[in-house]
């Protein structure tokens, strides 16, 4: 990332994309309906530069915030335990629908144009379109998932035929297959729910000093 981007120290760029699927038969329907009002899997992603995906959480329907779905992650988890342990120096890039936190940087909103803040929250928007490019093309390989054709399974069944789809799709960047397509339907034009964040102050300082050190 910071080869590409000149952005420092990250390990990848998370997103949430909707997979579509049939309405389940289950009490728990309501769970599957996102905010544009069609059923779907809310599938965390965290992609390289080079669009392998490094990690995957197809567990929660379309109305579980980003937010959530990161915060019920193994990789939530895995990050969690090691800044607890007391490393440092890496983290995750995400939009405002993420918690800002020691382990995960996003956006200043509002930053004033020119300003420091201004140039972090650039270089921070770029190297974040990896993740949809990468979302992009693997919704170009593998066409079930998109909007248009909905996967008519229950939701647990779906989210094993998404898994399996990275899977294939790291495969095919491994080996440097061509993507047939990058579908661009699937960057979302609203802008995300952003996630307040509540006593993070450490974050906050390390946001705060990576703007000083690499952008002012």
């Known amino acids: 990332f910071f ?3 000149g952005f ?3 390990i990848g760029a998370i997103d949430g994309s909707h997979i579509a699927i049939f309405p389940p038969q289950t009490e728990r329907e309501h769970l599957f309906i996102n905010r544009k009002l069609y059923h779907s899997l809310n599938v965390m992603l965290v992609s390289s530069y080079s669009n392998e995906i490094l990690a995957v959480n197809a ?11 990161f915060r019920s992650s193994r990789l939530f988890h895995h990050l969690e335990r090691r800044q607890e342990a007391g ?14 936190m020691p382990f995960l940087l996003k956006p200043i909103l509002n930053a004033p144009m020119g300003s420091p803040e201004f140039r972090y929250t650039q270089h921070i928007t770029t190297a974040r379109c990896a993740v949809e490019r ?3 093309i693997l919704k170009g390989r593998w066409r079930c998932l998109r909007k248009e054709r909905a996967l008519h399974y229950q939701p647990e069944f779906a989210a094993h035929i998404v898994n399996a789809c990275c899977v294939l799709h790291n ?17 979302d034009q609203e802008a995300p729910i952003p996630c307040n964040d509540v006593n993070e102050n450490d974050a906050e300082q390390i946001r705060r000093n990576i703007v000083r050190w690499y952008f002012e």
């Open 87 to 100: 490393e440092r120096g890496s983290w995750l890039i995400g939009d405002s629908a993420y918690p800002l």
């Open 59 to 69: 567990m929660h329907g379309g109305r579980t915030h980003d937010s959530r779905v």
């Open 8 to 10: 420092p120290g990250v």
């Open 3 to 5: 080869e590409k981007t």
């Open 134 to 136: 990468c979302i992009g």
């Open 171 to 187: 495969i095919a960047v491994k080996w440097r297959i061509p993507p047939n397509e990058i579908y661009l339907e699937d960057i």
